[in-house]
């Protein structure tokens, strides 16, 4: 069985059909004139055929002075397919909002073409773009092309990892701050916390400019930065009618879907309790044209999520309810160093900083950051009676000791 | 080319790869409209327009694919493209006219176009067989078989609302699986078989016992090496053991396979974010086109194309019509696995008398 | 400060000030006769006086041949409070209901006045009748008094403790099982488990006729017994537009609080769709007239609630969505015993059944109770994935192992 | 006189306590109306008509105030009479015309009526410095102050649903004040002082240590004796190490006081059950009439009665108008010590963007 690669792919061709485009395609197109890539369809071919990987734990590689950026692999059948004995994937940090010119693109892919695989993932899902396997050897020559050329690596290993944001100010009507600039200038400013992990574990970041949170940043960053407002909603009547008239059923899908119910339509008129509005986006998404989100912007600052090895999965939860955001984001930023300055010191190894928070509990945590509790943090009080007062008074004093 | 080596720099700024029309409007657009399947305009307070067409990606990408990508930007949008947090690709035009034939030559070298608005949009997912060490089934291979099937969700057929569909090859989660309206997980299903005689060279013997959660490893001496020992019952196959030790492989091809998960959101929209809940505990790793996975997610994007409401996601969908009956619909055998004993079991017990009895 | 209690009591005067009935006045009013009283005014005033009680641990007082209904209780001022030295508390079984004629109220007192205090609480918060402070050579004398007018103790201790319930069919419309009989049958067929604690903690069962739970059962119960319906919610269309001339907003306050939804008025016209009605009551408490529970009645069994102690308070979940109770209740009886036996076998010392429940898994739990696990029991399937399968395959076997 | 010693002979049959027009019309009520604060008529299929007058009462009675209502029932009702599982009494009659007297009468001897239907009822409570050991405060004194002072929410004055008050005088709650409108909890802020040259004879050493829920007790040896010491820092005053053992005292005048908790339900009308949670942290203890107490508990009410809308409940009001609305109202400062820092924590967090900015 060693040369089921060498006997063709039977199985991986059967994902050539059908619609949606084929990633073994992709690998073939390149085997033509990669061995890398005819290597990684033998292997891959193998474990189709044997319901088993064939990669071991990659060691310590990566580029001169960085700590981050590349992911170690290698096969464990090395001789079947010595072209990917080594296959270690560089991360390149990818320009705020995934946006490219043509230009951009051929250029990575002329320097990919030459030191590696070929292979890319666009892009990973911490956002990254993904090269994806090549050999020890190729990883300097590979960086200083990138450099040379304006790219950089992004993060991986215990340190922060490449932010990312949503589209945006851009190109979206409903972004409450600037996603991208943000995301660079965090980027920028943070350049030695990416590239030399120094944490007790990863720290992701991600920037939704709305409530609709279009990076999935509540569920996939440590800290989210998710836009929204605190003024009214602005209505347009007319296309709220228009809406309506164009078949819209406002109070069944309107008003009946709103968390809050302070949405009321009375055929003619929109009305809502901005008192009672929880900025969930929903009527603002059903008409774009009639509502639009206030003019009062910024964002609300969530910590901690993360996925579930191994304490379990977690969502990120309130620590800022409403920030300004604009440039140099001094309070953002300090706020960051708080964190990591209490995380840096009291996190356990492989402690994400949402595990830290729950271990001390949530009220310790934010004093030792620095933030006073409100109850906007919570979705409700303490239901158990178990609460650590600090002081007590003694029998010889009389005020607290 | 520079002498001194570069370091720290950071990524490209974006603001150069922005085409006019966004400098232009930026900040400023005051709605969008979706035209038609996979294309959307957005119109600016200055009454510019700029069209979106998204199309299809495999997120494995060949520097050549790419290289077609960028033709095709220069031949219709003077190269200005970008790629979407699910891993599409969206051309971004000026001109209407230009719109039918980028489709065309997107069709002519199979990407499919679609996933905006209402619609069943690409597959987040990883690295599987293709790259990692860890993984208990492929990415790739299931996501083109899954994707194959709902491609007409894809590209224009009818549903409620957003419908997004994730996989992880293990419990990692890279895909960030954990809340998603359908959640493909790749799960193992057998203790970490130990390699007693390299175990003390590869790895810490102390992380090794601190990395599992349920105090399922002991320390113990195999042959006069150190090592350690597993009590199998404690083991809930998490993975992180292997993490941080090679020698407590978790792979293994009679008992890998992946579960389904449902009902997850992260928008905000209506209702609050939420976990995935299990839906199938586990069907078999059966590459190359896993068609018990593909069957199990068409049954249930159908039962919610057929019965949600109008902007409903899964996990809204469901949580109104009760589990019990979405169970019933789905034909999923209610089993002790689905039931929670983690942390907060207790809480997802439950613990009221609302029930439907008919 | 010994005699305070002689000085008279001026902060306990305080508390019979006010329009409420004093709890101070009724212990004067005994002090009259009985010195017991005198003395418990005299350390009830200390207490205030010195924000602190003076009750110590009880020790193991009883009734020849039973376990429970009496709480041991002495004070810490013996010499100062000489009559209430001792001062233990008997549990006595109440009536299913509460119910009383004046001659049985009549009877209770004679006996306590003659053998105690002459103080009680009408009723403890389990639902005894409690006779508030003796000395321990009363104890024989009062339970053969007691037993000879036809009354028993109830429970103390790791027993069973009295059962009991809301006043049901006996002046309740909506009452959908038998609670007063099912009550007295469960606490007749228990007695031994009642007496005679041989459970690793307490056990408590409540009987609730609806939904509405007037006795707190989801709450306050190792077992809740809760009635519920399967059919249709009954109409009276008549009596619904009565109710809406009289002056109910059906829409807001009927349709609007309906958990889910189902009820339309169309302001001729409430239809229900029953298939998702969750049996709340809601509709039902607001128009009694109009509506009525269907007519295939039973209830809804639920386990494990508790107060915080020391896992912190649990509520009941359910263990048979829907069960006919009709004498002599077999199915229940034996699901009460297949817990008992499990719990018994297995719980740990002071581990309630809730406790236990949650320790090993509700999925265990079902499977030592011998009852198939369903959606029903659960809010929704679990969101974490670290599930215990339970067997694998070897590479020699193909089947199972 | 029996001559051999009854035992396990249960509870007198309740059949034997049942006026006629319940025997005759059991199970068969049609329904109920409330005419006035504290009576309502319950009319059968039959037509027939029972009314209730429901009484309040301190729950503490001594037999000559039982023979007095032993009286009224034999005076107004045939004698016939029932406690209500809020230690309310209720007098059953069938004779209408003779609801006013019995109402006149108990004014009398100070016992009001009302507390059915949408009101303020009675409030469950335990046992304080009257019996208890383990008491952090007392439980009548503040109940007859609290109901002092909301006394006409009983009698009549208009309320938007049903509050109930529950109290307990230490954390075993046997008020079970977890589920509750408004609950009253005393607590301690001390931990232990441990009594050290007795606690090895009166308490089994390893149970004491068992106890503790967060590990604050180790075992030591002091002046030659065994006996415990604490992790102060550990203790949350739980005192489930007194309850095992008497030489863990943590009753102390000065630290020990009560805590507000609000919007528990255990109905299932409308909205599930849910536990109460915690409002006010800690108010002293100021016997007699703890005004303190009073008068948090006056606001809270107060807040509910003006805002709430028709059958709502406390806690179904507070998650309307969302927490940080009602700590606002309330004038509660939020602390730390809100939020919760227990097993399910992080539950509690706010995990969306759902917030009100204004
Ligand atoms: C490449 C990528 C998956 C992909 O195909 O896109 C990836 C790949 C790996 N992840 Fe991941 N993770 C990737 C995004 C994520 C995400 C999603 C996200 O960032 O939005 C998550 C879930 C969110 C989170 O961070 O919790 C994620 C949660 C993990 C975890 C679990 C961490 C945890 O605290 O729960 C591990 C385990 C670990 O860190 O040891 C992990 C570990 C790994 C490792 C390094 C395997 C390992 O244990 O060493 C994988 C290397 C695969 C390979 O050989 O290339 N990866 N990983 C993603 C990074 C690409 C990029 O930089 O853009
Ligand atoms: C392009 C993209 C952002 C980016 O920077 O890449 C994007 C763009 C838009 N999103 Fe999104 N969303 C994008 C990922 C997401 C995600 C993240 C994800 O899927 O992982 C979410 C959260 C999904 C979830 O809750 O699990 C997301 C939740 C939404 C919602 C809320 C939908 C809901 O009802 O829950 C809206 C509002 C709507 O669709 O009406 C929305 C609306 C939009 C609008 C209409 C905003 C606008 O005015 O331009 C954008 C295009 C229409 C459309 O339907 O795609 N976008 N959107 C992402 C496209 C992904 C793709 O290729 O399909
Ligand atoms: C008398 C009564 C309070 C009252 O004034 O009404 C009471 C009084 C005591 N309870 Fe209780 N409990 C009483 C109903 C409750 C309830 C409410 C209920 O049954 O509906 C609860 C909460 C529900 C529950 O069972 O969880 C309750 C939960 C406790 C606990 C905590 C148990 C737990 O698992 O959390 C303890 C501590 C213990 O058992 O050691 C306790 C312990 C005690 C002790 C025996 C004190 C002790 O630690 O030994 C108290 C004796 C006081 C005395 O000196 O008279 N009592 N106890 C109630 C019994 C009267 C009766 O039989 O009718
Ligand atoms: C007499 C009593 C049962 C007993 O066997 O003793 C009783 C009797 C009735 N309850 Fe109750 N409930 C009684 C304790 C309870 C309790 C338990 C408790 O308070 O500890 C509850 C649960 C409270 C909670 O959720 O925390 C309770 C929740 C209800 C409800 C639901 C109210 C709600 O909206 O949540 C109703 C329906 C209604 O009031 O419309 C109800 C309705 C009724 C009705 C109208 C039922 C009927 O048709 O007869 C009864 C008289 C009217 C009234 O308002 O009191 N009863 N009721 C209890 C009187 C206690 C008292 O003296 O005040
Ligand atoms: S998150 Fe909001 S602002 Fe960003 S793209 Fe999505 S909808 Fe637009
Ligand atoms: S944004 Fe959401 S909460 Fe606010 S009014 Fe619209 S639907 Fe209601
Ligand atoms: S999910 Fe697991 S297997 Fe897949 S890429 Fe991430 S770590 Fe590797
Ligand atoms: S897989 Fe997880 S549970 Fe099993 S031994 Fe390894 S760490 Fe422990
Ligand atoms: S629980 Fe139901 S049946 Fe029992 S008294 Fe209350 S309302 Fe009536
Ligand atoms: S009982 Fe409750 S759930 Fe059923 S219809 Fe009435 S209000 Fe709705
Ligand atoms: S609540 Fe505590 S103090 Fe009060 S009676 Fe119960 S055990 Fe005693
Ligand atoms: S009071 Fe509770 S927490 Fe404190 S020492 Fe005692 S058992 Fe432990």
Not at chain 1, 163 to 177: D, H
Not at chain 1, 207 to 228: E, F, K, L, Q, Y
Not at chain 1, 356 to 376: C, S, Y
Request: hydrophobic share 35%; net charge negative; charged share 25%.
């Amino acid at each position: 069985m060693a040369d089921s690669g060498k006997n063709g792919t039977p199985m991986l061709d059967e994902l050539e059909k059908g619609p949606w485009p084929s990633f073994v395609t992709q690998i073939k197109d390149m085997a033509k004139k990669n061995k890398m890539c005819e290597d990684l369809l033998g292997l891959l071919e193998r474990s189709y055929d044997e319901k088993l990987g064939h990669w071991k734990h990659g060691g310590i590689v990566g580029v001169m002075g960085y700590g981050g950026g590349v992911i170690g692999r290698y096969s464990d059948l090395q001789e079947d397919f010595p072209n990917i004995a080594h296959f270690h994937t560089l991360r390149v940090n990818m320009p705020s909002g995934w946006f490219y010119t043509s230009d951009a693109l051929r250029t990575i892919c002329d320097i990919w073409e030459r030191h590696g695989s070929g292979l890319t993932n666009m892009h990973g899902s911490t956002g990254d773009i993904i090269l994806l396997g090549t050999t020890t050897d190729e990883l300097e020559p590979t960086f200083a092309e990138l450099t040379a050329n304006d790219f950089d690596l992004g993060g991986s290993g215990s340190d922060m990892r490449t932010p990312s944001c949503c589209v945006g100010p851009a190109r979206c009507e409903w972004a409450c701050f600037d996603t991208l600039h943000l995301t660079n200038d965090l980027t920028q400013t943070f350049q030695d916390e990416l590239h030399r992990p120094a944490f007790p574990y990863k720290f992701k970041i991600k920037c939704s400019g709305c409530p609709n949170d279009c990076v999935a940043s509540v569920a996939r960053a440590d800290m989210s930065i998710i836009g929204t407002w605190r003024d009214q909603i602005r209505i347009n009547q007319a296309e709220v009618r228009a809406a309506a008239d164009a078949g819209l059923d406002i109070q069944r899908d309107i008003c009946g879907n709103c968390p809050t119910k302070c949405i009321e339509w009375d055929g003619k008129k929109l009305e809502i309790d901005d008192e009672n509005c929880v900025k969930c986006m929903h009527c603002i998404n059903a008409m774009p044209k009639a509502l639009k989100p206030g003019v009062d912007r910024g964002a609300t600052i969530l910590l901690g999520s993360k996925a579930p090895i191994v304490e379990g999965a977690l969502l990120s939860s309130v620590i800022v309810p409403f920030m300004k955001l604009e440039p140099p984001y001094e309070e953002l930023k300090d706020l960051i160093e708080r964190i990591w300055d209490f995380w840096g010191e009291h996190g356990k190894n492989r402690e994400r900083t949402g595990e830290l928070m729950q271990r001390i509990g949530l009220g310790n945590f934010l004093e030792a950051i620095e933030v006073e509790p409100i109850p906007e943090m919570i979705a409700h009080p303490r239901e158990n009676p178990y609460v650590f007062y600090e002081e007590y008074f003694e029998e010889e004093d009389e005020e607290e000791e | 080319m520079a002498t001194e080596r570069l370091t720290d720099i950071g990524p490209p700024n974006y603001e150069k790869f922005l085409p006019p029309v966004i400098k232009d409007n930026y900040g400023k657009w005051d709605y969008h409209e979706i035209i038609k399947p996979g294309v959307m305009v957005h119109v600016g307070e200055s009454g510019d327009k700029l069209y979106t067409v998204r199309a299809s990606s495999p997120r494995l990408l060949g520097v050549d694919r790419i290289r077609d990508f960028a033709d095709l930007a220069d031949k219709y949008c003077d190269g200005f493209l970008r790629f979407t947090s699910r891993n599409n690709v969206e051309f971004l035009l000026t001109d209407e006219s230009k719109i039918d034939p980028l489709i065309k030559d997107l069709d002519k070298i199979g990407h499919p176009v679609g996933g905006i608005g209402n619609a069943i949009s690409n597959i987040v997912h990883t690295q599987g067989w293709v790259h990692c060490h860890s993984a208990a089934t492929d990415a790739s291979g299931i996501v083109k078989a899954v994707m194959d099937d709902l491609c007409g969700y894809f590209t224009g057929q009818e549903v409620p609302g957003k419908l997004r569909i994730a996989l992880a090859c293990c419990l990692n989660m890279c895909g960030a699986v954990h809340c998603s309206d359908i959640a493909i997980l790749g799960i193992h299903r057998r203790p970490p078989k130990i390699v007693h005689d390299n175990l003390n060279k590869v790895c810490e013997i102390p992380n090794v016992i601190a990395s599992c959660p349920t105090a399922a490893i002991r320390p113990t001496t195999v042959e006069g090496k150190s090592s350690v020992d597993l009590e199998e019952d404690l083991c809930m196959f998490c993975g992180n053991c292997f993490t941080v030790c090679p020698s407590m492989p978790m792979a293994d091809p009679l008992n890998d396979g992946v579960s389904i998960w449902v009902g997850g959101k992260v928008s905000n929209a209506r209702s609050e974010p939420r976990f995935s809940k299990l839906a199938i505990p586990f069907l078999p790793n059966t590459p190359p086109r896993w068609p018990e996975v593909v069957e199990s997610v068409r049954n249930i994007v159908e039962i919610w194309v057929k019965h949600a409401r109008k902007y409903e996601r899964m996990g809204e969908f469901i949580e109104r019509i009760g589990w019990p009956r979405f169970f019933k619909m789905a034909g999923i055998e209610f089993q002790k696995e689905h039931i929670d004993d983690f942390k907060h079991a207790g809480l997802t017990y439950k613990r009221s008398t609302h029930l439907r009895h008919q």
